[in-house]
Nanobody, 113 residues
Framework: VQLQASGGGLVQPGGSLKLSCAASGNIFSIAVMGWYRQAPGKQRELVARHTIGLNPDYADSVKGRFTISRGGARTVYLQMNSLKPEDTAVYYC?????????WGQGTQVTVSS
């Protein structure tokens, strides 16, 4: 099972980015897909999570600015609007796939003028 994330980059404060993550491999079930981030010197934290049958979860710091969505069974997106410098981090795709926790490679998001 692999998770492939894309869409990071450099953006000015107030700008937008959309991250994408696609799962591939021998997949029987995906119960959860989401995004975490890790800023330099900080612990990895949950950004947003989409669980089948439940409303999405968001970190308080991104509520109203970020939106998580699923583009089919194996794809998850993170639309990030009104980006702030404090959103700068490496963003990781995560999934509960076949009952196991799976991680993708990180994608760098830098918010700077």
């Amino acid at each position: 099972v692999q998770l492939q994330a894309s869409g990071g980059g450099l953006v000015q404060p107030g700008g937008s980015l959309k991250l994408s993550c696609a799962a591939s491999g021998n997949i029987f079930s995906i119960a959860v897909m989401g995004w975490y981030r890790q800023a330099p010197g900080k612990q990895r934290e949950l950004v947003a999570r989409h669980t089948i049958g439940l409303n999405p979860d968001y970190a308080d710091s991104v509520k109203g600015r970020f939106t998580i969505s699923r583009g089919g069974a194996r794809t998850v997106y993170l639309q990030m609007n009104s980006l702030k410098p404090e959103d700068t981090a490496v963003y990781y795709c995560n999934g509960l796939i076949n009952g196991q926790d799976s991680w993708g490679q990180g994608t760098q998001v830098t918010v700077s003028s």
